[in-house]
């Protein structure tokens, strides 16, 4: 009687690991581009609950109240960015860049095909989309495989964050 395993088994069986193990990896690597691609759908979150948080605060720039804070976000594929521009007067003509975020690269889509521009009024933050043109705007981030997108509501206020094509919103 033999004891131990045959060539034949243990080539079997290290085939078998090297296969599950391929598979594993794979799934990492997918997995770590969905937190990638979600980061960045946070990060449009974050830029527009700051911006409309410095409207409900009334914070002041170069010691200056502006008259509302805008929130810009274009379609682009590589070096994607968004903007917080204080805008201090109603003809657009005197306005300040806040912030300007760069978040890296991303395929960014729009409803409109043009900017998001999001601008929260002082003092109480009430939110227009588009230059008064829409009631909800969304911005889809996508890559290859994976979608999510950011969905605005002008009459609310709302911003979300969804998982999924922007589809039928």
């Known amino acids: 009687m033999k ?7 243990l080539l079997v069986a290290m ?17 770590d581009q969905v937190k990638h691609l979600k980061n960045q759908a946070e990060l449009i979150i974050d830029g527009l609950e700051k911006t409309q ?10 010691d200056r109240t502006p008259l509302a804070y805008r929130f810009q976000l274009a379609e682009c594929t590589t070096d994607c960015s968004y903007q917080i521009v204080a ?22 889509t729009t ?18 989309l588009n230059d008064n043109q829409a009631d909800s705007a969304w911005a889809q981030i996508a890559n290859e495989d994976s ?8 009459v609310s206020g709302r911003l979300d964050l969804l ?7």
């Open 111 to 128: 409803n409109t095909g043009q900017p998001l521009l999001a601008t929260f009024n002082l003092p109480r933050g009430r939110l227009s």
């Open 163 to 169: 998982s999924g094509e922007c589809t039928n919103l």
């Open 3 to 9: 004891r131990g395993f045959t060539l034949v088994e």
């Open 53 to 62: 948080n410095m409207a409900l605060t009334g914070q002041t720039t170069s």
């Open 15 to 31: 085939a078998i690991v090297s296969l599950l193990s391929t598979f594993v990896v794979f799934k990492y690597v997918e997995n």
């Open 147 to 154: 979608f999510f997108c950011v969905k605005v509501i002008a």
């Open 87 to 108: 805008v201090f007067a109603a003809d657009g003509q005197d306005e300040e860049v806040v912030e300007n975020k760069n978040f890296g690269q991303a395929l960014i």
